[in-house]
């Protein structure tokens, strides 16, 4: 089991529909990230949040918009998608040694989304 | 900008073989390396890391590693696999100086073992 929480874990949307995707920790992670993955490929970086900043943005289209409401909670908006952007879309949070934040990142069990 | 590469794109072997998967990283500074394992439909899970000390890591399921740092290497090895090993296997790499503390995944392999 993982403790990172993503939900919905399947979701079904329209290219007109806007929907959400969240993600949460209680781990006091203050960095959490937002990875898609295309079947048999590896994860691929989308956005990073540091201390609820946006710090790293992969030049993701802005049809998906990230959201950092706290440190626990990352979410990620989705509108007027494309079926082509169809993957699972993992969140993740990255560890600490006492105060020092690792290399290390926690993954949740994904959101896997079908655009239609 | 670091990058990842695994040789073996597919691995097909029979249970009870020996695994060795080969992984190398393009950085010249610190880093963490890890290795994941997706199985089919499921989501990643990881199979063992090295921050430092001791290269030789174990992790779960019977997998070790070895971090080999002049050849910039972390192979995964296993000396006999089971059917339920089947799985896509990732390395990753996290540079710790690198600007945003981006973890970058390998390729990865997709390993097929034979009952």
């Known amino acids: 089991d993982t403790e990172v929480t993503q939900t919905p874990k399947h979701l079904v949307m329209g290219m007109t529909n806007k929907k959400s995707l969240k993600c949460e920790q209680h781990m006091g992670h203050r960095a959490m990230y937002w990875y898609k993955q295309k079947a048999k490929k590896p994860p691929e970086l989308m956005f990073v949040?540091?201390?609820?900043?946006?710090?790293i943005n992969e030049s993701v289209p802005s049809r998906f918009s990230p959201e950092c409401p706290n440190s626990s909670l990352l979410n990620l908006h989705l509108h007027a998608l494309q079926p082509e952007d169809s993957a699972l879309y993992l969140c993740?949070?990255?560890?600490?040694?006492?105060?020092?934040?690792?290399?290390?990142?926690?993954f949740g069990e994904g959101s896997r989304l079908t655009v239609l | 900008a670091q990058s990842v590469s695994q040789h073996n794109h597919h691995v097909i072997l029979s249970e009870a073989a020996s695994l060795e998967l080969g992984c190398n990283y393009s950085?010249?500074?610190?880093?963490?390396l890890f290795w994941y394992v997706q199985y089919p439909g499921q989501h990643l899970q990881l199979l063992l890391k090295?921050?430092?000390?001791?290269?030789l890591v174990k992790g779960i399921k019977g997998f070790e590693a070895e971090f080999i740092k002049s050849k910039f290497s972390f192979n995964l090895r296993k000396p006999s696999v089971q059917w339920s090993d089947t799985a896509e296997y990732f390395c990753a790499v996290n540079a710790l100086q690198a600007a945003g503390n981006k973890l970058t995944f390998g390729g990865g392999t997709r390993v097929l073992v034979k009952p």
């Open positions: 090295y921050f430092s000390g001791d290269p």
């Open positions: 949040y540091s201390y609820e900043k946006l710090s």
């Open positions: 950085y010249g500074g610190t880093v963490n």
């Open positions: 993740a949070s990255r560890g600490v040694q006492g105060s020092v934040p690792t290399g290390e990142l926690f």
